[in-house]
C-alpha cells in the first residue's frame, strides 16, 4: 500500500514537472508567433484551435470521450472564463508593470493556493509545506530579475495602484483556477477535463479574435514555415503536453503540491530563454532558481 502511494506521488510529481516543461515554451512560442506577425487574440486563437485535433485524437485512442454532460461542460466553463479572465488580467498587469512584476505576482498564486485550501477547503498546510511557499515566492522574485538589475527602470506597483491591484488578482485567480481544475479531476478523466478546458479556451479567444475582425483588425492566417513553427509549437508543447500532464498530475498530488512544483515553469523560462532567444541568467536570477528547487525538493520530501 505504501509503494503504491508513493510510487502514485512520484508519478504525480513527475507530471506536473513536464507540465511545467510545457508551460515554459508559452514564451519561447509566443515571440516567435508575434514575429510571424500573429497578435495576442490570434495566437491564442490558434493554439487553442489547432489542439482541439490532437486531443480529439487522444480522447478516441484511451477511449476517454465524457461519459457525462455536466462535469464536461464544467470543464468548458473552467476555460472559457479561468483562461479567459486569467489571460485578460494577465496583458493588463503586463502592460503596466512590466514582464519582471507581472511573473511576481503570477507565482503569488501557490501562496494563495495553500491559503485558501487551508482556510476554505480544511486541507492542513504542513510544515514543509509552508517552507516551501516561501522559498517558491522569494525564488519567483529572484528568477524574474528585480534584484540584480535585470528589471531596472520597472514601474514601482506602489506608483501604478490599478497595475498592483490587476497583479494580485492575476495571482489570485490563477489561484481558483487551479483549485477550480484540481476539483474536476478528482472524479473525472483528467484528459477529458483538459479537453473540455481546451475547448473553452478555444471558444472565448474565437470570439475575441471576431470581434476584433469586426472592429477592422486584420486576421491573419497560418503561412510559411515560421507561422507553423510558431502556433504548432504553441499548441503542441505549450497546451496539448502542459495541460494534459498537470490534470494527471494534480489529481496525484494534490493543489498545493501541484503549484509549489510548477514554480519550475521560471526556471524552464530561464533557461530556454537563455538557449533559444540569447536572454542571459544573472547570478542573482541563479538564486532564485536555486531556492525554487529548494522548494520542490522540501515539498516532495516533506508531504
Request: glycine fraction near 14%; hydrophobic fraction near 55%.
Amino acid at each position: 500500500m505504501e509503494r503504491t502511494s508513493r510510487y502514485k506521488w512520484s508519478m504525480g510529481s513527475f507530471l506536473v514537472v513536464l507540465s511545467a516543461l510545457g508551460f515554459a515554451t508559452l514564451g519561447i512560442f509566443g515571440k516567435f508567433a508575434y514575429d510571424a506577425g500573429f497578435g495576442r487574440n490570434e495566437a491564442l486563437f490558434w493554439r487553442f484551435g489547432l489542439s482541439l485535433p490532437f486531443l480529439a485524437v487522444l480522447l478516441a485512442v484511451t477511449r476517454s470521450f465524457p461519459k457525462r454532460a455536466s462535469p464536461f461542460l464544467k470543464a468548458v466553463a473552467l476555460g472559457m472564463v479561468g483562461i479567459g479572465v486569467e489571460s485578460t488580467v494577465f496583458f493588463v498587469t503586463l502592460q503596466r508593470l512590466g514582464a519582471a512584476l507581472t511573473g511576481i505576482f503570477l507565482y503569488l498564486y501557490p501562496a494563495f493556493v495553500a491559503l485558501i485550501s487551508h482556510f476554505f477547503l480544511g486541507e492542513r498546510l504542513s510544515r514543509g509545506k509552508g517552507w516551501g511557499v516561501v522559498l517558491a515566492l522569494i525564488g519567483s522574485v529572484l528568477t524574474a530579475g528585480v534584484v540584480g538589475g535585470a528589471a531596472s527602470g520597472m514601474v514601482s506597483p506602489l506608483e501604478d495602484p490599478v497595475g498592483l491591484v490587476f497583479g494580485i488578482i492575476t495571482g489570485g485567480w490563477y489561484a481558483l483556477y487551479i483549485l477550480a481544475g484540481n476539483r474536476l479531476t478528482r472524479d473525472e478523466n483528467p484528459l477529458t477535463v483538459s479537453a473540455g478546458v481546451t475547448l473553452g479556451s478555444f471558444i472565448t479567444f474565437a470570439g475575441l479574435t471576431a470581434i476584433g475582425v469586426g472592429q477592422g483588425v486584420p486576421f491573419n492566417g497560418i503561412s510559411g514555415r515560421e507561422s507553423w513553427i510558431a502556433v504548432g509549437g504553441l499548441a503542441l508543447f505549450a497546451t496539448v503536453l502542459p495541460f494534459t500532464t498537470l490534470y494527471a498530475g494534480m489529481k496525484r498530488t494534490g493543489a498545493v503540491k501541484a503549484s509549489l512544483l510548477s514554480t519550475l515553469e521560471l526556471v524552464f523560462t530561464v533557461i530556454l530563454a537563455a538557449v533559444f532567444l540569447g536572454e542571459k541568467l544573472t547570478p542573482w536570477q541563479g538564486v532564485g532558481a536555486v531556492l525554487i528547487l529548494l522548494s520542490v525538493l522540501l515539498a516532495s520530501i516533506l508531504r
